[in-house]
């Protein structure tokens, strides 16, 4: 397992990161039940195997199943009795906890209230990263940046980071932060993959200026990369996709993408998931990759990515097959500055 720096925190995470979507048997919500459903036991063996490869980095949320995903990653570190300090436990605030009208969204008053609650679920006394889980059109960004602040100052949280934020969102909360010695954002958990690469178009530049860690979910897109589904989206009957179709793929990439990455792995003799997740490794700005699955061979597949070295041809040619088109600004961004800076 390789070990990656962290933002420039001096904390250093494994390029692979177990995710924890799929932890929750017997959730009501079908939409959780399609995605996963592994109990105690399963979540034990799977996160021991993930400790044991080396993995030091989990990501949960407190939607997850219903707040059952930290429950069972509480769990299953109690009953492993891994050195805490060995483990990077990340959640997430934002979602729907309860029928209430503050027990959803970034205000102080849930986002206080929702991290007391993952600590109990957790078994923890502190939250090594703790992110909120998207946008909150009811709460200015200034509220939720000082309430994360004053969680770090109580020390329920050492680091902040967001997720699904548009790139203005996350600079404008950066600046606010920057600007009152508050805590800032230390990492990006966003959308990537071969057939989603919107994120560098903005989030990426971001990042990178910002030294942000970029923590890619959905590398398989939702399963569609796993092998399991031809380049028109048809897979076997009861497969995550059939069930719950997201993240949303532009049917018209994926048939161009998934034939180039199984003619990859024809070639390497490495599985089309496996290939997948490597191809998000070999990006420079990616930290760590967050994988998640709904069986012990699904995960040791996953996490064996970090072993792949592919060829430059190789690169090259996932790259040209998923290569976004030109966009506005971007396009007149790169004309601009042919001879501006160096090749």
């Known amino acids: 397992m390789r070990y990656r720096p962290f933002a420039n925190t001096g904390l250093f995470v494994s390029e692979i990161c177990l995710g924890t979507m799929t932890f929750g048997a017997g959730s009501a919500n079908p939409t959780w039940s399609a995605i996963g459903q592994l109990g105690a036991l399963d979540v034990q063996r799977m996160v021991g195997a993930a400790l044991d490869a080396g993995v030091n980095f989990i990501d949960t949320a407190d939607v997850y199943s219903g707040g059952q995903s930290e429950m069972l990653v509480g769990e299953a570190l109690a009953a492993l009795g ?123 530049p971001l990042a990178e200026d910002q030294q942000l860690a970029i923590l890619p979910w959905s590398p398989l897109a939702g399963g569609l990369l796993s092998g399991k589904y031809d380049p028109s989206g048809a897979g076997p009957e009861g497969a995550r996709r059939t069930q719950f179709d997201f993240p949303p793929v532009n049917p018209d990439r994926l048939a161009v993408v998934l034939p180039a990455l199984r003619k990859v792995s024809a070639e390497t003799g490495v599985s089309v998931p496996r290939l997948a997740l490597a191809w998000v490794l070999s990006k420079p700005f990616v930290t760590s990759v967050i994988i998640g699955a709904k069986s012990q061979a699904q995960f040791e597949d996953n996490v064996a990515a970090g072993d792949v070295r592919l060829s430059a041809e190789h690169l090259a040619e996932l790259d040209a097959a998923s290569a976004l088109a030109p966009e506005y600004p971007g396009w007149m961004m790169a004309w601009q500055g042919r001879g501006r800076r160096p090749e």
């Open 82 to 204: 891994r050195p805490r300090e060995g483990v990077i436990v990340a959640t997430k605030v934002r979602g729907r906890t309860g029928p209430g009208p503050n027990e959803i969204g970034l205000s102080r008053a849930h986002i206080l209230s929702a991290v007391d609650s993952s600590l109990r679920r957790l078994r923890l006394d502190y939250i090594d990263l703790y992110q909120i889980h998207g946008t909150d059109a009811a709460t200015p960004i200034e509220e939720t940046v000082r309430a994360l602040d004053d969680l770090v100052r109580a020390g329920k949280v050492r680091y902040v980071g967001f997720s699904n934020l548009a790139a203005w969102q996350a600079m404008k909360a950066l600046g606010y932060a920057d600007a009152r010695g508050y805590a800032r954002f230390v990492s990006a958990q966003v959308y990537y993959s071969l057939v989603g690469r919107d994120i560098e178009r903005e989030i990426v």
